[in-house]
């Protein structure tokens, strides 16, 4: 590896990222294991190349940042179906808005909890509080609050997998037999991969996790700042 540059090592993961998915999407429909899902398989397999080699984060994204720039745009192609259930949504507008505010106060409360248990940093603590959101907003609120974008992708992307891996075993448990509930709960909780997994189940659990996926992120881009400083000053 030391005969290339830096600029080439990072094309070439940047292909390696892109093919790898690619093959990473054909072994997972032929086995539908959790661990061989893409969004797990394949960021893990790079980490282990990353760290045999020793290439650092910042050489990596130095070809791939487009990746999570492209992000915002997959997150607003979500407002599709959305459209397309629109009466629905309007019928349940009430209880999907109430499920979003709580679920975010209970993300931000609980993350604080959570850094103060392991004495974080005020950086690492304000990126784990920003992390309740789907990765484009995430990064967009930790900008205004001294977060590290770095650490909310990574904090962001765990909730996600952690989600999607215990979903059907909580929804399971909570009994849920509402489509909506199901999927509000699923774009609440994981975000981009619980709506992933809500399309998975039925698609009007996919909705309802588009919904509260977008809204939840639009609500704590705008207010998000002012509530964690809140929560900081009067938990801290």
Known sequence: MNALSL???????????????????????????????PALFVPFVIIIFMSIFHISYDTYMQESQWIIWMLGPATVAFAIPIYEYH????????????????????GIVSAFYLA??????????FSLMARSISTPFAMELTSHIGGSVELVILFTMITGIAGVAIADLVLAGLKLHSNFAQGSALGNAAHGFGTSKAFMRDKEEGVAACLSMVLAGVFMVLLGPSVIHLVVYLLG
Not at 87 to 104: D, F
Not at 116 to 125: H, M, Y
């Open 7 to 37: 600029n080439e090592i990072s094309i070439l993961f940047f292909v390696f990222t892109l093919v790898g998915y690619v093959l990473a999407k054909k072994l997972y429909r032929k086995f539908p294991y959790m661990l061989l899902a």
């Open 116 to 125: 103060k248990l392991f004495s974080f940093d005020q950086e690492t603590t």
């Open 87 to 106: 009466q629905v949504i309007r019928k349940h507008a009430m209880s999907i808005s109430l499920g979003i505010v709580i679920g975010m106060l209970a």
